[in-house]
């Protein structure tokens, strides 16, 4: 499967709203979305006139949106959502902890990458381990008590160390404590939706997967 190469902040526009695809950039910078608030291409702006939007295309959309700031393919999410289903508690609820327990997101929250995709790159090149064994799954699923940490051969990297400089301008997570000066943290309990800071309406996704 082909992974997007192109611009994202195009991803951000066409949410209309910021997903933080960037490592660093999307905190320090100015972002191309505050200053052309419209989806892009030749018909952006007509289609940010529309008044009229069906409840199909809103479904859609947050699906989207939520699929595009994990990074994930189309056929990744619904193999996740379709786990989330089978499992007791509410779908959307157990889908955002599904997202939000993959490795390359604990990466992410404990500020040892700046996005996402940054994450799963350090995950794939094979820096990062659970329990002190070298994982290199991006959608390896932490569980509570799990240790995460960098490599000891890679805890200088640069862009570890300019992500945990910046990693105040994330939204702490109680259920993730992280040893910044050993690049190590540890989920200490499974998160509930009030634990994700995401403004995301899940229930849309799930009616839009159980038409």
């Known amino acids: 499967m082909a992974r997007y190469t192109g611009a994202v902040c195009k991803l951000c526009r066409r949410e209309g709203q910021k997903l933080f695809l960037k490592a660093t950039k999307c905190y320090t910078e100015k972002c191309p979305i505050e200053r052309r608030n419209y989806p892009p291409g030749q018909h952006g702006q007509a289609q940010a006139r529309r008044r009229k939007t069906s409840d199909y295309a809103v479904r859609l ?5 939520v699929k595009r700031m994990y990074g994930l393919h189309e056929q990744q999410f619904r193999n996740l959502f379709e786990r989330a289903a089978q499992q007791s508690g509410v779908t959307g609820e157990n889908l955002l902890v599904g997202l939000e327990t993959r490795l390359d997101n604990i990466v992410f929250r404990l500020g040892f990458a ?3 995709a940054q994450a799963r790159q350090l995950a794939r090149h094979r820096h990062v381990a659970v329990n002190g064994v070298v994982v290199d799954v991006p959608s390896y699923q932490v569980q509570p008590g799990d240790e995460v940490s ?3 051969g890679s805890k200088e990297l640069a862009s ?4 945990l400089e910046s990693r105040t301008r994330l939204e702490p997570v109680d259920w993730l404590v992280a040893d910044d000066k050993n690049r190590v943290g540890r989920m200490t309990r499974r998160p509930t939706r009030q634990d994700i800071p995401l403004a995301v309406q899940e229930q849309l996704i799930v009616e839009l997967y159980s038409k």
């Not at 570890?160 to 992500?163: H, P, R, V």
Request: no cysteine.
């Open 61 to 65: 959309r947050e699906k989207q949106k």
């Open 114 to 116: 700046g996005s996402r």
């Open 150 to 152: 960098v490599r000891s």
């Open 160 to 163: 570890i160390q300019a992500s």
